[in-house]
């Protein structure tokens, strides 16, 4: 029933009939399976699972070094919104939760957030992301070497886009480009960060309850999104087909460019946070550098 359920966009009324169970029973029963797989295989299955230096191979193929990953942020619709707190409501009077993701060269997500308020920005939910802070201390891939490009350290990356803010070790397109190596270096960041759309629309397109306002409150969808994505890993390492043709969900390069950074409030951590944006700039100054100077050469 669970699997049905959530590869559907059946309400519990229309589960039950095809069981032949009532619509409590069907209600509980989905929500026992989501709550077990995420509680047993969650952290089983939702993981860096290559070594890093083959995802870091895959995604020089498409174009960019020293890479492990892509991060985006996915909003999932809930269908009770007077049930939510307000800071959940947005201007549609719907009651969105924030997925944040980081998959890999294969559209596997290896680090997930789930539940934030759906009127926060991208940059606000990604700096309360439980993974961001050790990304930041460096000890999230700790045995990885370093490249060095001009001089300039540069530690694995995870590629954005426009609406995050800089870090050492997280980059994001020139928003806008100025000159030739800027707009060259947006392209290849566009190019290699779609894997991360065409993981959220494989995984909507799997587990199509994703796709409408779930009938559930708000407290109930991090189980159920979690389930989604153990069940989108487990596909994707099975390589199975995707059921519609929704996987080139990629973002475009002009919707990167027009992404507009949110301005960060001041607080006692702007310390860090400037010398983050630092060093998010010179890394993106050598890559892009670096990138521009080794392209391939036009007869």
């Known amino acids: 029933m669970a699997i049905w359920y959530l590869a559907s966009p059946n309400s519990f009324r229309e589960l039950r009939q095809p069981f032949g169970v009532g619509t409590t029973m069907a209600f509980e029963a989905v929500h026992e399976f989501c709550n077990t797989v995420r509680d047993i295989l969650f952290k089983r299955v939702v993981r860096f699972a290559d070594p890093v230096g083959k995802v870091m191979r895959g995604l020089a193929n498409l174009g960019f070094p020293q890479c492990v990953g892509a991060i985006d942020g996915c909003h999932i619709q809930v269908q009770n919104p007077l049930d ?3 800071d959940y409501i947005n201007r549609k009077k719907v009651a969105p939760i924030v997925l944040m993701a980081v998959c890999d060269d294969k ?3 290896f680090e997930v957030d789930i539940g934030h308020p759906g009127r926060s920005h991208d940059a606000h939910v990604f700096r309360g992301c439980h993974f961001t802070q050790p990304m930041d201390r460096g000890v999230f891939f700790p045995v990885t070497p370093v490249m060095s490009v001009h001089g ?4 694995p990356l995870i590629l954005a886009d426009g609406a995050f803010r800089l870090r050492r070790w997280l980059v994001k397109p020139y928003v806008p480009p100025h000159n030739a190596i800027e707009r060259f270096f947006n392209r290849k960041i566009c190019r290699a960060r779609c894997v991360v759309e ?8 799997r587990w ?9 409150r708000v407290e109930r969808v991090n189980a159920l999104v979690a389930t989604c994505i ?12 995707v059921p519609e043709n929704e996987s080139r969900a990629g973002a475009l390069l002009t919707q990167m460019e027009e992404q507009q950074p949110v301005i960060i409030a001041q607080d006692e951590g702007c310390h860090a946070e400037e010398c983050n944006l630092a060093q998010g700039k010179a890394v993106r100054v050598a890559l892009a550098t670096f990138l521009y100077c080794n392209r391939p050469r036009q007869n």
């Open 208 to 216: 199509r309850c994703l796709r409408y306002k779930l009938p559930i």
């Open 230 to 241: 153990v069940l989108h890993n487990l596909c994707e390492a099975e390589e199975h087909d």
């Open 198 to 205: 065409q993981a959220f629309g494989r995984l909507k397109s």
């Open 152 to 155: 300039v350290a540069i530690p």
């Open 107 to 109: 559209g596997r997500f």
């Open 84 to 86: 939510a707190p307000t």
